[in-house]
Protein backbone atom coordinates (compact mmCIF):
# COMPACT_ATOMS: atom_id res chain seq x y z
CA UNK A 1 0.00 0.00 0.00
CA UNK A 2 1.26 3.26 -1.10
CA UNK A 3 2.42 6.03 1.58
CA UNK A 4 -0.53 8.42 0.14
CA UNK A 5 -3.51 5.50 0.73
CA UNK A 6 -2.64 5.29 4.01
CA UNK A 7 -3.11 8.80 4.67
CA UNK A 8 -5.89 8.66 2.92
CA UNK A 9 -9.12 9.47 4.80
CA UNK A 10 -11.24 6.43 3.28
CA UNK A 11 -8.61 3.79 4.26
CA UNK A 12 -8.18 5.51 8.16
CA UNK A 13 -11.74 5.27 8.64
CA UNK A 14 -14.35 4.96 6.10
CA UNK A 15 -16.68 7.91 7.02
CA UNK A 16 -20.90 7.64 5.69
CA UNK A 17 -20.10 11.05 5.05
CA UNK A 18 -17.80 13.34 3.58
CA UNK A 19 -17.89 17.38 3.31
CA UNK A 20 -17.77 19.46 -0.20
CA UNK A 21 -14.62 20.19 -1.60
CA UNK A 22 -15.68 24.11 -2.49
CA UNK A 23 -12.93 26.47 -1.12
CA UNK A 24 -10.35 27.87 -3.43
CA UNK A 25 -6.98 28.93 -2.11
CA UNK A 26 -8.37 31.90 -1.46
CA UNK A 27 -11.46 31.12 0.05
CA UNK A 28 -8.86 28.98 2.72
CA UNK A 29 -6.65 32.26 3.22
CA UNK A 30 -9.64 34.38 4.06
CA UNK A 31 -10.37 31.95 6.45
CA UNK A 32 -7.18 31.24 8.30
CA UNK A 33 -6.64 35.38 7.97
CA UNK A 34 -10.11 36.00 9.61
CA UNK A 35 -9.45 33.18 12.35
CA UNK A 36 -5.95 34.58 13.39
CA UNK A 37 -7.49 38.32 13.16
CA UNK A 38 -5.36 41.01 13.34
CA UNK A 39 -8.10 43.17 14.93
CA UNK A 40 -8.84 40.86 17.18
CA UNK A 41 -5.61 39.30 18.55
CA UNK A 42 -3.81 43.01 18.94
CA UNK A 43 -6.70 45.38 20.07
CA UNK A 44 -6.84 42.85 22.62
CA UNK A 45 -3.19 42.47 23.84
CA UNK A 46 -2.10 46.10 23.75
CA UNK A 47 -3.29 47.43 26.51
CA UNK A 48 -1.95 44.64 28.99
CA UNK A 49 0.58 44.57 27.34
CA UNK A 50 1.87 48.37 28.01
CA UNK A 51 0.42 47.75 31.70
CA UNK A 52 2.52 44.79 32.24
CA UNK A 53 5.92 45.65 30.53
CA UNK A 54 5.57 49.24 30.41
CA UNK A 55 6.25 49.76 26.92
CA UNK A 56 9.07 48.56 24.45
CA UNK A 57 7.06 45.14 23.59
CA UNK A 58 7.26 45.51 20.41
CA UNK A 59 10.70 43.35 19.80
CA UNK A 60 9.10 40.32 21.68
CA UNK A 61 5.85 40.63 19.02
CA UNK A 62 8.82 40.12 16.27
CA UNK A 63 10.19 37.44 17.80
CA UNK A 64 7.04 35.35 18.55
CA UNK A 65 5.70 36.04 14.99
CA UNK A 66 9.00 34.58 13.59
CA UNK A 67 9.24 31.56 15.92
CA UNK A 68 5.30 30.72 15.12
CA UNK A 69 6.39 30.76 10.92
CA UNK A 70 8.89 28.29 11.89
CA UNK A 71 5.52 26.16 13.66
CA UNK A 72 3.60 26.93 10.86
CA UNK A 73 6.39 25.59 8.34
CA UNK A 74 5.45 22.14 10.54
CA UNK A 75 1.82 22.39 9.66
CA UNK A 76 2.05 23.26 5.68
CA UNK A 77 4.85 20.32 5.42
CA UNK A 78 2.21 17.91 7.61
CA UNK A 79 -1.00 19.45 5.26
CA UNK A 80 1.03 19.23 2.14
CA UNK A 81 0.78 15.16 2.69
CA UNK A 82 -1.98 14.53 4.83
CA UNK A 83 -4.64 16.91 4.07
CA UNK A 84 -7.14 15.65 6.33
CA UNK A 85 -10.33 17.36 8.03
CA UNK A 86 -9.53 17.35 11.75
CA UNK A 87 -5.42 18.89 10.80
CA UNK A 88 -3.43 18.02 13.64
CA UNK A 89 -5.65 15.56 15.09
CA UNK A 90 -5.30 13.97 12.33
CA UNK A 91 -1.62 13.87 12.01
CA UNK A 92 -1.30 12.72 15.77
CA UNK A 93 -3.56 9.65 15.16
CA UNK A 94 -1.74 8.95 11.70
CA UNK A 95 1.48 9.39 12.62
CA UNK A 96 1.41 8.77 16.51
CA UNK A 97 -1.27 6.11 17.07
CA UNK A 98 -5.12 6.29 18.20
CA UNK A 99 -4.15 7.16 21.85
CA UNK A 100 -2.29 10.32 20.66
CA UNK A 101 -4.95 11.05 18.54
CA UNK A 102 -7.32 11.16 21.35
CA UNK A 103 -4.78 12.89 23.57
CA UNK A 104 -4.54 15.58 20.49
CA UNK A 105 -8.61 15.94 19.98
CA UNK A 106 -9.38 16.53 24.19
CA UNK A 107 -6.62 19.13 23.97
CA UNK A 108 -7.43 20.46 20.18
CA UNK A 109 -11.16 21.00 21.14
CA UNK A 110 -11.28 22.18 24.31
CA UNK A 111 -8.29 24.51 23.41
CA UNK A 112 -10.50 25.86 20.46
CA UNK A 113 -13.76 26.16 22.13
CA UNK A 114 -12.28 28.24 24.74
CA UNK A 115 -10.59 30.37 22.11
CA UNK A 116 -14.18 30.64 20.70
CA UNK A 117 -15.88 31.69 23.79
CA UNK A 118 -13.47 34.43 24.29
CA UNK A 119 -13.88 35.45 21.25
CA UNK A 120 -17.71 35.40 21.17
CA UNK A 121 -16.80 37.32 24.66
CA UNK A 122 -15.23 40.17 23.33
CA UNK A 123 -16.90 40.02 20.24
CA UNK A 124 -19.98 40.72 22.00
CA UNK A 125 -19.16 44.03 23.03
CA UNK A 126 -18.24 45.80 19.48
CA UNK A 127 -21.63 44.09 18.85
CA UNK A 128 -23.02 45.74 21.81
CA UNK A 129 -21.72 48.69 20.80
CA UNK A 130 -22.38 49.23 17.14
CA UNK A 131 -25.98 48.90 18.12
CA UNK A 132 -25.85 51.67 20.82
CA UNK A 133 -26.00 49.62 24.01
CA UNK A 134 -23.77 50.12 26.70
CA UNK A 135 -20.97 47.27 27.60
CA UNK A 136 -20.80 46.98 30.64
CA UNK A 137 -19.71 43.42 32.64
CA UNK A 138 -21.44 40.52 33.90
CA UNK A 139 -24.89 39.48 32.50
CA UNK A 140 -24.91 41.83 29.88
CA UNK A 141 -21.70 40.72 28.08
CA UNK A 142 -22.84 37.16 28.69
CA UNK A 143 -26.22 38.16 26.19
CA UNK A 144 -24.05 39.85 24.33
CA UNK A 145 -21.99 37.38 23.25
CA UNK A 146 -24.90 34.70 22.83
CA UNK A 147 -26.35 36.62 20.40
CA UNK A 148 -22.30 37.14 18.79
CA UNK A 149 -22.73 33.07 18.50
CA UNK A 150 -26.37 32.91 17.23
CA UNK A 151 -24.74 34.82 14.47
CA UNK A 152 -22.12 33.15 13.90
CA UNK A 153 -24.38 29.80 14.13
CA UNK A 154 -26.82 31.32 11.31
CA UNK A 155 -23.34 31.47 9.00
CA UNK A 156 -22.07 28.36 9.22
CA UNK A 157 -25.77 26.91 8.66
CA UNK A 158 -26.01 28.85 5.39
CA UNK A 159 -25.34 28.29 1.82
CA UNK A 160 -21.58 28.21 1.69
CA UNK A 161 -20.98 31.31 -0.39
CA UNK A 162 -22.64 33.50 1.67
CA UNK A 163 -20.26 32.34 4.31
CA UNK A 164 -17.67 32.71 1.86
CA UNK A 165 -18.71 36.19 1.38
CA UNK A 166 -19.20 37.34 4.84
CA UNK A 167 -15.05 35.76 5.22
CA UNK A 168 -14.31 38.18 2.60
CA UNK A 169 -16.18 40.61 3.87
CA UNK A 170 -14.22 40.16 7.00
CA UNK A 171 -11.06 39.82 5.65
CA UNK A 172 -11.81 43.63 3.85
CA UNK A 173 -13.08 45.27 7.36
CA UNK A 174 -9.93 43.96 8.89
CA UNK A 175 -7.55 45.76 6.04
CA UNK A 176 -9.33 48.64 6.76
CA UNK A 177 -9.97 48.46 10.33
CA UNK A 178 -6.22 47.66 11.18
CA UNK A 179 -4.11 48.47 8.81
CA UNK A 180 -5.98 51.41 7.12
CA UNK A 181 -6.44 53.21 10.54
CA UNK A 182 -2.77 52.44 11.36
CA UNK A 183 -1.34 53.99 8.65
CA UNK A 184 -3.28 57.03 8.79
CA UNK A 185 -1.83 57.01 12.24
CA UNK A 186 1.35 56.57 11.15
CA UNK A 187 1.33 59.14 8.21
CA UNK A 188 -0.36 61.87 10.21
CA UNK A 189 -0.07 61.07 13.49
CA UNK A 190 3.14 60.08 15.11
CA UNK A 191 4.33 61.34 18.17
CA UNK A 192 7.52 59.71 18.47
CA UNK A 193 10.59 58.23 17.25
CA UNK A 194 11.08 54.82 16.58
CA UNK A 195 12.99 53.78 19.52
CA UNK A 196 9.71 54.53 21.59
CA UNK A 197 9.02 50.76 20.21
CA UNK A 198 12.13 49.07 22.20
CA UNK A 199 12.11 51.39 25.19
CA UNK A 200 10.69 51.31 28.21
CA UNK A 201 10.93 47.85 28.97
CA UNK A 202 10.44 46.68 32.87
CA UNK A 203 8.55 49.84 33.54
CA UNK A 204 5.11 48.58 33.97
CA UNK A 205 4.44 45.77 36.39
CA UNK A 206 6.63 43.25 35.60
CA UNK A 207 9.43 43.14 38.34
CA UNK A 208 13.04 43.29 35.97
CA UNK A 209 12.89 43.65 32.54
CA UNK A 210 14.32 40.13 32.13
CA UNK A 211 10.69 39.36 33.75
CA UNK A 212 9.09 41.98 31.32
CA UNK A 213 10.26 40.62 27.96
CA UNK A 214 9.24 37.00 28.97
CA UNK A 215 5.41 38.19 29.83
CA UNK A 216 5.58 40.43 26.24
CA UNK A 217 6.10 36.54 24.99
CA UNK A 218 3.46 35.23 26.60
CA UNK A 219 1.13 38.02 25.19
CA UNK A 220 2.09 37.87 22.26
CA UNK A 221 1.14 34.49 21.86
CA UNK A 222 -2.41 35.29 21.55
CA UNK A 223 -1.66 37.44 18.22
CA UNK A 224 -0.54 34.56 16.23
CA UNK A 225 -3.06 31.52 16.85
CA UNK A 226 -5.36 30.02 13.94
CA UNK A 227 -3.25 29.99 10.88
CA UNK A 228 -4.07 25.83 11.46
CA UNK A 229 -7.76 26.51 10.63
CA UNK A 230 -6.61 26.28 6.70
CA UNK A 231 -5.55 22.68 7.70
CA UNK A 232 -8.75 21.96 9.65
CA UNK A 233 -10.94 22.50 6.38
CA UNK A 234 -7.88 20.39 3.96
CA UNK A 235 -10.80 18.20 2.99
CA UNK A 236 -12.67 20.67 1.84
CA UNK A 237 -10.64 22.76 -0.18
CA UNK A 238 -9.45 22.34 -3.95
CA UNK A 239 -6.16 20.82 -4.37
CA UNK A 240 -5.27 20.51 -1.02
CA UNK A 241 -1.60 19.46 -0.58
CA UNK A 242 -0.69 22.47 -2.59
CA UNK A 243 -3.08 24.98 -1.99
CA UNK A 244 -3.63 24.54 1.96
CA UNK A 245 0.51 24.78 2.87
CA UNK A 246 0.11 28.20 1.29
CA UNK A 247 -2.94 29.44 2.80
CA UNK A 248 -0.94 28.31 6.01
CA UNK A 249 2.24 30.28 5.62
CA UNK A 250 0.39 33.61 3.50
CA UNK A 251 -2.54 34.18 6.13
CA UNK A 252 0.11 34.22 8.99
CA UNK A 253 2.43 36.31 7.42
CA UNK A 254 -0.31 38.86 5.78
CA UNK A 255 -1.58 38.97 9.92
CA UNK A 256 1.71 39.27 11.24
CA UNK A 257 2.86 41.96 8.65
CA UNK A 258 -0.53 44.19 9.23
CA UNK A 259 -0.14 43.27 13.58
CA UNK A 260 3.13 44.37 13.16
CA UNK A 261 2.66 47.56 11.63
CA UNK A 262 -0.39 48.37 13.95
CA UNK A 263 1.44 47.78 17.10
CA UNK A 264 4.31 50.19 16.18
CA UNK A 265 1.70 52.53 14.57
CA UNK A 266 -0.07 52.91 17.88
CA UNK A 267 2.95 52.52 19.99
CA UNK A 268 4.34 55.83 17.85
CA UNK A 269 1.03 57.55 18.06
CA UNK A 270 0.02 57.48 21.67
CA UNK A 271 1.83 58.52 24.84
CA UNK A 272 1.97 54.89 27.05
CA UNK A 273 -0.11 56.35 29.28
CA UNK A 274 -3.03 56.78 26.67
CA UNK A 275 -2.40 53.11 25.79
CA UNK A 276 -2.25 51.42 29.18
CA UNK A 277 -5.39 53.39 30.37
CA UNK A 278 -7.23 51.41 27.75
CA UNK A 279 -6.71 48.09 29.38
CA UNK A 280 -9.33 48.96 31.97
CA UNK A 281 -11.80 49.41 29.35
CA UNK A 282 -13.68 46.61 26.92
CA UNK A 283 -13.31 48.92 24.38
CA UNK A 284 -9.44 49.65 24.32
CA UNK A 285 -9.25 51.27 21.01
CA UNK A 286 -12.12 53.56 19.78
CA UNK A 287 -11.58 56.03 21.94
CA UNK A 288 -7.67 56.35 21.13
CA UNK A 289 -8.80 56.78 17.51
CA UNK A 290 -11.49 59.05 18.17
CA UNK A 291 -9.33 61.27 19.70
CA UNK A 292 -7.31 61.13 16.69
CA UNK A 293 -9.61 61.48 14.17
CA UNK A 294 -12.77 63.02 15.57
CA UNK A 295 -15.88 62.04 17.15
CA UNK A 296 -17.11 61.11 13.33
CA UNK A 297 -14.68 58.27 13.01
CA UNK A 298 -16.08 56.36 16.14
CA UNK A 299 -19.31 54.74 14.09
CA UNK A 300 -17.68 53.34 11.30
CA UNK A 301 -14.81 52.35 12.56
CA UNK A 302 -17.39 49.98 14.72
CA UNK A 303 -18.68 48.88 12.19
CA UNK A 304 -15.31 47.70 10.71
CA UNK A 305 -14.25 45.82 13.72
CA UNK A 306 -17.76 44.22 14.56
CA UNK A 307 -17.72 42.87 10.79
CA UNK A 308 -13.74 41.65 11.89
CA UNK A 309 -15.19 39.73 15.03
CA UNK A 310 -18.00 38.34 13.27
CA UNK A 311 -15.74 37.03 10.52
CA UNK A 312 -13.14 35.44 13.14
CA UNK A 313 -16.26 34.05 14.95
CA UNK A 314 -17.68 32.64 12.20
CA UNK A 315 -14.26 30.56 11.46
CA UNK A 316 -13.66 29.64 14.17
CA UNK A 317 -16.72 27.74 14.92
CA UNK A 318 -16.23 26.06 11.01
CA UNK A 319 -12.52 25.84 12.43
CA UNK A 320 -13.75 23.59 15.40
CA UNK A 321 -16.47 21.78 14.22
CA UNK A 322 -14.51 20.41 11.78
CA UNK A 323 -12.19 18.30 14.20
CA UNK A 324 -14.93 17.87 16.32
CA UNK A 325 -16.60 16.17 12.70
CA UNK A 326 -12.77 14.59 12.10
CA UNK A 327 -13.36 12.94 15.81
CA UNK A 328 -16.73 11.93 15.55
CA UNK A 329 -16.19 10.04 12.56
CA UNK A 330 -13.59 8.10 13.52
CA UNK A 331 -15.33 6.93 16.51
CA UNK A 332 -13.91 9.25 19.70
CA UNK A 333 -17.20 11.25 19.76
CA UNK A 334 -20.53 10.83 19.03
CA UNK A 335 -21.30 9.31 15.90
CA UNK A 336 -24.13 11.72 15.23
CA UNK A 337 -21.66 14.53 15.27
CA UNK A 338 -20.48 13.21 11.80
CA UNK A 339 -23.27 13.84 9.95
CA UNK A 340 -23.37 16.50 7.33
CA UNK A 341 -26.78 18.27 5.65
CA UNK A 342 -27.61 17.45 2.18
CA UNK A 343 -25.21 20.57 1.30
CA UNK A 344 -22.57 18.73 3.17
CA UNK A 345 -22.19 20.81 6.46
CA UNK A 346 -21.66 19.27 9.82
CA UNK A 347 -24.74 20.78 11.38
CA UNK A 348 -24.87 19.12 14.72
CA UNK A 349 -21.01 19.69 14.82
CA UNK A 350 -21.64 23.06 14.28
CA UNK A 351 -24.38 23.03 17.04
CA UNK A 352 -22.44 21.13 19.58
CA UNK A 353 -19.44 23.40 19.14
CA UNK A 354 -21.49 26.50 19.89
CA UNK A 355 -23.53 25.38 22.30
CA UNK A 356 -20.31 24.02 24.56
CA UNK A 357 -18.59 28.11 23.74
CA UNK A 358 -21.73 29.31 25.47
CA UNK A 359 -21.88 26.95 28.34
CA UNK A 360 -18.30 29.09 28.46
CA UNK A 361 -19.72 32.04 28.45
CA UNK A 362 -21.24 31.80 31.56
CA UNK A 363 -17.83 32.25 33.13
CA UNK A 364 -18.26 35.73 31.86
CA UNK A 365 -20.38 36.15 35.12
CA UNK A 366 -17.34 35.99 36.85
CA UNK A 367 -14.04 38.13 35.98
CA UNK A 368 -11.36 35.97 37.21
CA UNK A 369 -12.87 32.93 35.52
CA UNK A 370 -13.06 34.97 31.97
CA UNK A 371 -8.88 35.68 32.82
CA UNK A 372 -8.75 31.51 33.05
CA UNK A 373 -10.40 30.75 30.06
CA UNK A 374 -8.24 33.15 27.82
CA UNK A 375 -5.47 31.80 29.60
CA UNK A 376 -6.70 28.32 28.95
CA UNK A 377 -7.42 29.00 25.13
CA UNK A 378 -4.08 30.28 24.61
CA UNK A 379 -2.43 28.01 26.62
CA UNK A 380 -4.23 25.20 25.24
CA UNK A 381 -3.18 25.76 21.57
CA UNK A 382 0.63 26.22 22.15
CA UNK A 383 0.45 22.76 24.17
CA UNK A 384 -1.04 21.33 21.16
CA UNK A 385 1.47 23.19 18.93
CA UNK A 386 3.44 21.17 21.33
CA UNK A 387 2.48 17.80 20.58
CA UNK A 388 1.96 18.80 16.80
CA UNK A 389 5.93 19.45 16.30
CA UNK A 390 6.99 16.93 18.96
CA UNK A 391 5.20 14.13 17.00
CA UNK A 392 6.39 15.29 13.44
CA UNK A 393 9.95 15.21 14.71
CA UNK A 394 9.84 11.78 16.97
CA UNK A 395 8.10 10.03 13.46
CA UNK A 396 10.47 12.04 11.55
CA UNK A 397 13.76 10.54 13.29
CA UNK A 398 11.96 7.16 13.52
CA UNK A 399 11.38 6.81 9.97
CA UNK A 400 7.15 6.55 10.37
CA UNK A 401 7.12 9.61 8.67
CA UNK A 402 8.81 10.56 5.14
CA UNK A 403 8.13 14.21 4.41
CA UNK A 404 9.83 14.14 1.10
CA UNK A 405 6.62 12.15 0.53
CA UNK A 406 4.43 15.59 0.57
CA UNK A 407 4.04 17.99 -2.16
CA UNK A 408 6.24 21.01 0.49
CA UNK A 409 9.86 19.09 0.32
CA UNK A 410 12.40 21.29 2.85
CA UNK A 411 15.27 18.33 3.00
CA UNK A 412 17.23 18.97 5.94
CA UNK A 413 16.09 22.09 6.53
CA UNK A 414 12.85 20.37 7.62
CA UNK A 415 14.08 18.86 10.04
CA UNK A 416 15.65 21.76 11.42
CA UNK A 417 12.94 23.58 11.55
CA UNK A 418 10.82 20.90 13.41
CA UNK A 419 13.21 20.75 16.28
CA UNK A 420 12.97 24.08 16.59
CA UNK A 421 9.73 24.85 15.82
CA UNK A 422 9.15 21.65 18.78
CA UNK A 423 11.48 23.88 21.34
CA UNK A 424 9.46 27.12 21.33
CA UNK A 425 6.09 25.56 21.06
CA UNK A 426 7.30 23.78 24.77
CA UNK A 427 8.80 26.59 25.67
CA UNK A 428 6.05 29.63 24.81
CA UNK A 429 3.88 26.27 26.52
CA UNK A 430 5.76 27.00 29.62
CA UNK A 431 5.88 30.88 29.23
CA UNK A 432 1.93 31.54 29.19
CA UNK A 433 0.69 28.63 31.75
CA UNK A 434 3.58 30.35 34.07
CA UNK A 435 1.62 32.26 37.15
CA UNK A 436 2.54 35.84 37.11
CA UNK A 437 0.97 37.81 40.04
CA UNK A 438 2.06 40.80 38.34
CA UNK A 439 -0.42 39.82 35.68
CA UNK A 440 -3.44 39.79 36.94
CA UNK A 441 -5.65 41.59 39.55
CA UNK A 442 -4.00 42.15 42.68
CA UNK A 443 -7.03 40.26 44.46
CA UNK A 444 -6.97 37.22 41.82
CA UNK A 445 -7.52 33.67 43.41
CA UNK A 446 -4.70 31.37 43.03
CA UNK A 447 -6.45 29.29 40.81
CA UNK A 448 -6.62 32.19 38.29
CA UNK A 449 -2.95 32.03 37.86
CA UNK A 450 -2.66 28.34 37.67
CA UNK A 451 -5.02 28.69 35.68
CA UNK A 452 -3.60 26.67 32.45
CA UNK A 453 -1.74 23.73 34.06
CA UNK A 454 -5.32 22.94 36.52
CA UNK A 455 -7.68 23.11 33.87
CA UNK A 456 -5.15 21.15 31.16
CA UNK A 457 -4.15 18.73 34.00
CA UNK A 458 -7.91 17.82 34.33
CA UNK A 459 -8.65 17.61 30.65
CA UNK A 460 -5.81 14.98 30.27
CA UNK A 461 -6.52 13.21 33.39
CA UNK A 462 -10.21 12.88 32.56
CA UNK A 463 -8.99 11.68 28.76
CA UNK A 464 -6.62 8.97 30.58
CA UNK A 465 -9.36 7.54 32.71
CA UNK A 466 -11.26 7.31 29.22
CA UNK A 467 -8.29 5.56 27.10
CA UNK A 468 -7.95 3.08 30.59
CA UNK A 469 -11.50 1.99 30.57
CA UNK A 470 -12.51 -0.94 28.13
CA UNK A 471 -14.73 1.91 25.50
CA UNK A 472 -10.99 3.55 24.97
CA UNK A 473 -9.32 0.99 24.18
CA UNK A 474 -12.02 -0.43 21.34
CA UNK A 475 -12.43 3.39 19.95
Known sequence: ?????????????????????????????????????????????????????????????????????????????????????????????????????????????????????????????????????GSEGGVTLVIWGAVFLVVCTVLNLVHVNVFKLVITLGVYAEIVGSFGVALLLFLFFRQHGFSELFEHLGTGSAPSQTAAFLA??????????????????????????????????????MVGGVVLFNSAALTLSFNRDTLRHTSATSDPVTPVI???????????FLAIVMTAF????????????????????????????????????????????????????????NDGAVATVIAFGTGGLYAMFAMTTGVGLYTRLTGRWNPALGELKLGVWGLVINATAFIWSVFEFVNIAWPRTYAVSPDAPWWQLWAVPLVLGSILAVTTLYVLTGKGRRN
Open 216 to 253: ALAISGWAFIGFDACSTIAEETHNPKRMVPRAIFLSLC
Open 310 to 365: LACGASMVQYTSRIVYSMAREGNMPLVLSRVTASKIPRNAVICVVLLAGLGLLFGL
Open 290 to 300: ASSFGAWAEAP
Open 1 to 133: MSTEDRFSPATATSPPETLNRSLTLWNSLTIGFATVSPVAGLYAIIGVQTVVTGGGWFGALALCLVMQMLVATVYAELSSQIPIAGGAYKWARQLGGATAGKYAGVIYVSSTIAMLTTTAYTGGVWLALFFGF
